[in-house]
């Protein structure tokens, strides 16, 4: 496919990783029975924790600071969040080098570790446009979903929830990548994805959990991806405490990035080293 072009002919370099873009986007919009399929399980997921935690707060009151509607709207609006953030890029990557088809990609005029990350951005493309309004409307329709506390908690909840998918693709850049030394990432995937589950704070809040467990999350970039998104939905987060948490999102963001950088840089190496 040939690439877009400036006016005079000439190749834009940024129009190049947005064609990736599209063609993400495509790819996933071809699979249309994995979409609906999807929606109806995001929606079993919100159920499935709304009516755990309801049973949970069968008595009233509230659970470190959260009331059953409080974590109602944290349930729904985390798992809406997700339906942006998730991509797939880490199966991506280790298909392609099982395939052979990095050798085909290593030979465009593109830089590798950008062209994934707008194969990330079609995929989340395809989700804010098609897979997560269906299941806002849903969710909204079913429970009893709290806005946050005022016009500038949504939208650094917006900004914060960006950042949440910077962090995810880069951890999921760095996990792909592992496949260039082991062929294979079958082992790893279920391990990260345990991961992030837990220490994401999505499925529980990370202040749930005892001191050490809060302090040992703190120092991972996982609760950067749900628990810090909702924290600021909620309003739990204010001031400079507000600040910090975003600020260590974008941390994380670059480190991640860096890191998949560098760990690309090796297994190029690696590569050559072998012949490829």
């Known amino acids: 496919m040939r690439s877009p072009s400036l006016p005079g002919g000439r ?52 659970i470190k600071g959260y009331s059953l509607p409080a974590m109602v709207t944290y349930v729904s609006i985390g798992w809406i969040s997700k339906s942006f953030y998730l991509n797939y890029i880490d199966h991506d990557l280790a298909s392609d080098v099982r395939t052979g088809q990095i050798a085909m990609d290593l030979v465009k005029p593109v830089d590798f570790q950008l062209m994934y990350y707008f194969r990330g951005y079609g995929q989340s493309l395809f989700r804010i446009v098609l897979f997560t309004p269906p299941i806002v409307i849903a969710t909204l329709l079913v429970f009893k979903v709290q806005g946050p506390p005022g016009a500038a908690h949504l939208g650094l909840f917006l900004i914060s929830t960006f950042l949440s998918a910077l962090i995810y693709l880069g951890i999921n850049f760095l996990v792909g990548t592992i496949a260039v030394f082991f062929l294979s990432i079958q082992g790893i995937l279920y391990p990260k994805n345990l991961m992030i589950e837990l220490f994401s704070g999505l499925l529980i809040p990370i202040d749930w959990f005892p001191g050490w467990f809060q302090t040992l999350s ?59």
């Open 11 to 62: 190749p834009s370099r940024v129009s190049k990783y947005f064609e990736y873009l599209r063609i993400s986007f495509q790819a996933v919009l071809a699979y249309r029975a994995r979409y609906f399929v999807g929606v109806l399980t995001y929606l079993i997921h919100v159920s499935v924790y709304y009516f755990l935690y309801k049973a949970l707060f069968t008595h009233g009151g509230s």
């Open 218 to 276: 703190a120092l991972l970039p996982f609760q950067s991806i749900a628990f810090v998104p909702l924290s600021v939905y909620l309003g739990r987060l204010q001031g400079r405490a507000l600040g910090e948490a975003i600020g260590l999102q974008l941390f994380w963001a670059v480190a991640l990035f860096v890191a998949g950088r560098a760990l690309w840089a090796a297994c190029r190496r690696q590569m050559l080293i072998q012949g490829g």
